[in-house]
């Protein structure tokens, strides 16, 4: 029955990644359709932003009172009937409506599971639900990229996606006995006591670091995907397909890196994997930043870049309840949640601003200035809670 639990944990982060790139691959079509400016994707993905913000925030609470299994079923209903919502809708301003229970659902769902994959599994699992993420933010573009090819429109797309996460809804609302049971069997403390609020979890001591760190990685991952094609187009002359296709080496690279990670990870450690994740990503971005004629150190670089990136997220959350206790860590990891998608909401546009009124060659340096932010910050955390220090208690105030 515990492998069971973990075979639908591993279905429910591949549902969190469904429709992660559904708007991207279908918008080209969508906004023709329902006639509105290309710009306009940006209303829609903010509006989402927002609500995993919100939502991710406010997790702790909700989490405390509803326990993780109910909170992860009822959100991945949320995101199935705002999926199946937007599958409906002909007009921008239904999309946006829908956009709300697209993003709260997103949020709760990811806060819920990435803790409660902390408090009861080893980091190898950790490295590798994430990378079951990746399968399914890889896996809804092709599923969209059928249905238009196919004729059945960008609305047969996101309902195709809507009933695959039905189904899984379905499966949750079962296993609920599940979750509670492998909860009880470890002691969890997930609803018992007085949830900290947000204020009180800020105030444990190095919690600002890991959310400058966590903030960092997410803008440093978001803004090395959206800019590697224009940057190797415009800045290195490389052509526009085989810039795509390294572009989109960049996540693979991410999704693979994860993969091995899992094998290591319960004997290297969190701490060593963010680490050596960081400094690799260092060594890609040296090769980008190399003043050579050739393509091939920038493409190189670029994807050992997303190997690089591949073990820190996953190494990061895994390593919140022993840096700030298992009693605190969903309150944590809510927040860090909501600095993950400040991070890739607000950075990667920030960018094109540098690039659009300064130059785009300045994308390694970009990349640069947001790892060694990481690196900083990250490093800072180590010292404060030495290695194999464990907080146990609750903060006072």
């Known amino acids: 029955m515990v492998s069971f639990l973990i ?32 710009s306009y994707a940006g209303i829609l993905t903010m509006i989402i932003a927002g609500g995993t913000i919100i939502s991710s925030l406010f997790s702790h609470q909700v989490t405390r009172k509803m326990g993780t299994g109910l909170v992860t079923a009822v959100s991945v209903l949320m995101t199935a009937a705002a999926l199946f919502g937007f599958s ?20 709760a769902v990811d806060a819920a599971l990435n803790n409660y994959v902390a408090l009861h599994y080893s980091s190898r699992h950790m490295s590798w639900l994430h990378c079951f ?60 006591g007085k949830a900290l609020s947000l204020a009180q979890a800020v105030k444990i001591p190095g919690v600002l670091l890991v959310l400058v760190t966590f903030f960092g990685y997410c803008a440093l991952e978001q803004t090395a995907g959206l800019w590697a094609s224009s940057y190797l187009v415009q800045f290195r002359g490389i052509p526009a397909d085989t810039a795509a296709c390294f572009a989109s080496l960049f996540f693979l690279g991410i999704t693979i890196g994860r993969f091995l990670c899992g094998f290591i990870a319960d004997r290297v450690g969190d701490r060593m994997l963010i680490r050596a994740g960081i400094l690799i990503v260092l060594c890609g971005i040296g090769l980008i930043f190399l003043p050579v004629q050739a393509h091939v ?9 997303g190997f690089g990136c591949a073990p820190i997220y996953p190494s990061i959350i895994h390593a919140t309840p022993d840096n700030f206790g298992r009693e605190n ?69």
Request: with cysteine; charged share 10%; glycine share 12%.
């Open 7 to 38: 075979a639908i944990i591993y279905m429910a982060f591949i549902s969190l990644g469904l429709p992660d790139s559904l708007i991207g691959s279908a918008w080209p079509v969508m906004h023709e359709d329902l006639g509105v400016p290309v």
């Open 88 to 107: 409906v809708s002909h007009t921008f301003g239904f999309l946006c409506l829908w956009a709300v229970p697209y993003g709260l659902g997103a949020g």
């Open 133 to 192: 993420w990746g399968v399914g933010a890889s896996a809804s573009p092709y599923i969209m990229s059928f249905c238009l090819s196919g004729g059945y429109g960008w609305n047969s797309g996101y309902r195709a996606v809507s009933i695959i996460q039905i189904l899984l809804t379905v499966v949750l609302f079962i296993s609920l006995p599940l979750w509670k049971k492998k909860a009880e069997a470890a002691g969890d403390i997930e609803s018992s």
């Open 297 to 305: 150190p920038s493409l190189a670089g670029l994807i050992i870049v």
């Open 329 to 397: 860590s969903q309150a944590v990891i809510g927040i860090q949640m909501a600095c993950a998608y400040m991070g890739s909401t607000f950075m990667p546009p920030l960018f094109g601003l540098v690039a659009a009124h300064i130059h785009i060659g300045l994308y390694p340096l970009y990349l640069f200035l947001l790892t060694f932010l990481m690196l900083l910050m990250s490093e800072r955390l180590n010292r404060l809670i030495p290695l194999g220090q464990k907080r146990l208690s609750r903060p006072l105030g």
